[in-house]
């Protein structure tokens, strides 16, 4: 239902009162095919599937979500009716090229983790109102989703530190208040933050903007007294730096830059004769 929607806005955004060729055009049976002019992983086809059965157009996919495809090669044949079809060639092509880049970025990031058992998570960094759509094109490229939304797990960040004065107080009442199933997870920025986290009971630790050597540390401390505790690293994340943290023994490395530092990929619609 929720993609159901999105569709329906985007759609409404770009047609507005009604598209102006389609006033004046014919209609007739059309077929129509997405082409990459440059490399990638795509993502994009469980909207286009969605937009497809509203509008009634019907297509061929060749190629699926997550999979590498190359400059030149056809990714999707689509047919239908000519006014419809061209009315929708542009939100067609958003949905594709949004998804794709950002799964492209997050598979180039996959890449390198694929050596060491860590997991690459998103964050929420998102554009309003796209978050969903921005963290399924992450799972498009082999990513992880971290916390959808403030209501499926309590982080504590440094600024809801800054307000409470016993933490281990704190959680004690937390543990009695928030669902059963929820985690929790401490941002800490040293050694003595991350102590005082992992004592007052945190499910999940993050280790935000500490130096590999730092990250090590916080890694032999909880190896030796709080091993079920999860450790995450943030902060100053990109593709020249990810495998060092990795290399850490962190559990996750999350990243904003998945989604906000993605740039777009080349693709484009031809219409067939």
């Not at 999707?76 to 542009?90: A, H, I, N």
């Not at 880049?101 to 554009?127: E, H, N, Q, W």
Request: glycine share 8%.
């Amino acid at each position: 239902m929720l993609k159901h929607k999105f569709i329906e806005a985007l759609v409404a955004e770009d047609v507005g009162r009604g598209d102006l060729f389609a006033r004046i055009s014919e209609a007739k049976e059309v077929e129509a095919y997405i082409i990459a002019k440059s490399d990638g992983l795509f993502g994009g086809k469980e909207y286009i599937d969605v937009l497809a059965k509203i509008y009634n157009l019907q297509l061929e996919w060749c190629v699926e979500d997550g999979e590498h495809f190359d400059k030149g090669e056809k990714l999707l044949l689509v047919s239908g009716d000519s006014k419809t079809l061209l009315s929708l060639e542009r939100s067609i092509l958003d949905i594709a090229l949004h998804a794709s880049s950002i799964a492209t970025l997050t598979g180039d990031f996959v890449k390198i983790l694929a050596p060491y058992d860590v997991k690459l998570l998103d964050t929420r960094k998102t554009r309003p109102l796209l978050r969903e759509f921005e963290k399924y094109a992450v799972r498009c490229g082999g990513g992880i989703n971290h916390r959808m939304g403030l209501d499926d797990c309590l982080m504590l960040k440094d600024t809801h530190l800054k307000t409470i004065d016993n933490l281990k107080e704190f959680m004690q009442e937390v543990r009695q208040k928030i669902p059963f199933t929820s985690k929790v997870e401490i941002e800490c920025e040293d050694l003595a933050g991350v102590k005082e986290a992992m004592e007052a009971g945190a499910d999940i630790v993050m280790c935000d903007n500490m130096s590999n050597a730092q990250i090590r540390e916080v890694v032999a401390y909880r190896n030796s007294n709080f091993p079920h505790i999860l450790l995450e690293a943030s902060g100053n994340v990109g593709l020249d730096t990810i495998e060092a943290i990795a290399k850490t023994g962190v559990d996750a490395i999350s990243s904003g830059s998945l989604i906000h530092q993605a740039n777009w990929i080349d693709l484009s619609m031809k219409i067939v004769g």
